[in-house]
């Protein structure tokens, strides 16, 4: 089942054998899309997303997002 709400989406780093995967998803498509502007964006978000294997992206646009 999916745990995340309405305006919630999330970014994902897993281990595959000798790669990684990054998982880039949301609720609906504009939570999806939000998480993907993120990593588009991903200068103004570093602080936020480093060290991170997991985030949870919220929010209704790139100028309000939130990051968990």
Excluded: H
């Amino acid at each position: 089942s999916w745990p995340y709400g309405a305006g919630e989406g999330v970014i994902e780093l897993a281990d595959n054998g000798a790669n990684v995967a990054m998982l880039v998803a949301g609720t609906n498509a504009a939570d999806t899309r939000l998480a993907a502007k993120v990593i588009s964006n991903y200068g103004d978000f570093m602080d936020d997303l480093d060290g991170k294997e997991k985030a949870v992206v919220s929010g209704s646009s790139i100028s309000n997002v939130q990051i968990a």
